[in-house]
């Protein structure tokens, strides 16, 4: 029986098959946007969050002299147990968060799947799931498919898109369960204060939450060093913390993460991992074990790098005459574009269409991203410079236009 993209031989869609809830999930607004950049060389691309530095040699070395040697079997279902005590330190000597290696650590494939199986663990359907918007895209979606009900918390420029205790409060019902911080966030660069997180504390416990803590970032801080929800006091065992080698350590592709938490949350989401990955790839967790043993440096060498960069991209969008708030963490900005009077979807369109640059929509994070544009400064300074060019021939065009 032939069967095409569309019907089986009955004539019946093939799509009637899929679970409805999958069906209504949208795809990524990020991925769908730059599926219409293919493979143009004009284009300065702005949009997709990945460092534009290649994993540091020694990395790749070890990684390499792994696979001489025959390292290709699986590894524990938790991780190697080395990777999983370097893990443990160096959480504990930058951001004074102490994890157990033998049952409060989990290494995944990314952070992507960590988040993945703590939502699938602790939801039940009809749980409430609190996300601070702008947030990234695979919250929501992760949740809904997971049986829960995302609930966007808002937060605004004003602020510096900082999730407040009043926002959250408003956002709690009977049915909330668990809340997902990013910070340093994506798509804002917003970070939180010691003092910022503590009234954010008070109302998790009040209402006793669950959090999961998305610090991918965490090392990626410029202002002030990052402090991890998990450090607040009273906080870490209520804190399932999520974090990974792609961002800091220009290991996108190698897709290692962890996660961290009280070990009878941590046994629990271990069931499902090994149910379906068993393990995080052998050769990577041994590239990772390489970089906090003796990556550090490359790495607060690219922060500076992007810290550079970040100062140069924020004072363009102001000297262009775009609104943007001073990003503190991660590698993104998020200029205003409302005085163009275009929309984030039109505004990133034409500007990709007519001017050759490629960012993404602020809407793409959630209601509250309309009106703005998340751009990665994660990219070469000349290219950031031609982009800002670019940018601004396209916002004095539309101040002609009006």
């Known amino acids: 029986m032939i069967v095409n993209e569309q019907t089986t031989g009955n004539n019946k869609k093939m799509t009637s098959y899929l679970a409805p809830l999958v069906q209504q999930i949208p795809p990524s607004g990020i ?7 293919g493979d143009n060389k004009d284009i300065i ?5 990945e460092p534009d530095f290649v994993t540091p040699w020694h990395m790749r070395e070890a990684c390499v002299y792994s696979l001489e040697r025959g390292m290709t079997s699986y590894t524990s279902n938790a991780g190697m147990p080395k990777l999983r005590e370097a893990i443990s330190e160096y ?9 157990d290696p033998k049952d409060e650590i989990i290494v995944t494939v990314g952070g992507s799947e960590a988040i993945d199986l703590a939502l699938r663990a602790l939801i039940v359907p009809g749980d409430e799931i609190l996300i601070p918007e702008p947030s990234y895209v695979a919250y929501s979606p992760i949740a809904s498919i997971g049986g829960g009900i995302p609930v966007g918390v808002e937060t605004y420029a004003k602020d510096q898109f900082k999730l407040t205790a009043e926002a959250l409060e408003a956002g709690i019902t009977p049915k909330s369960k668990v809340v997902i911080l990013c910070y340093p966030s994506n798509p804002t660069g917003a ?16 209402h006793d939450l669950i959090v999961i803590a998305d610090e991918i970032y965490a090392e990626l801080t410029y202002t002030q060093k990052h402090v991890s929800f998990a450090s607040i006091p009273d906080m870490k065992e209520r804190t399932i913390l999520v974090s990974g080698f792609s961002k800091a350590f220009a290991m996108t592709g190698w897709r290692i993460g962890y996660m961290c938490g009280h070990p009878e949350l941590i046994a629990a989401m271990l069931k499902i991992h090994q149910y379906t990955v068993m393990c995080a790839p052998a050769m990577g967790q041994v590239a990772a074990l390489e970089a906090l043993t003796n990556g550090l440096g490359e790495k607060d060498r690219m922060v500076e790098s992007y810290n550079q960069r970040r100062r140069l991209i924020v004072q363009g969008f102001r000297e262009i005459g775009l609104d943007c708030h001073e990003p503190q963490g991660a590698f993104y900005a998020f200029p205003s574009i409302q005085k163009t009077g275009l929309s984030s979807d039109l505004f990133a369109e034409r500007l990709l269409t007519e001017n050759k640059v490629a960012a993404v929509p602020g809407n793409v994070f959630g209601p509250q991203g309309e009106g703005f544009l998340r751009c990665s400064y994660a990219t070469s300074v000349t290219q950031l410079n031609e982009a800002l060019e670019r940018i601004g021939n396209f916002v004095y065009k539309l101040q002609k236009e009006g």
């Open 191 to 206: 970070i939180m204060t010691y003092e910022e997180w503590l009234p954010i504390a008070e109302v998790i416990k009040k």
């Open 31 to 37: 991925r769908k946007f730059f599926d219409l950049v």
């Open 45 to 49: 691309t702005l949009g997709v969050g």
């Open 91 to 99: 959480l504990d000597t930058q951001f004074d968060t102490k994890y």
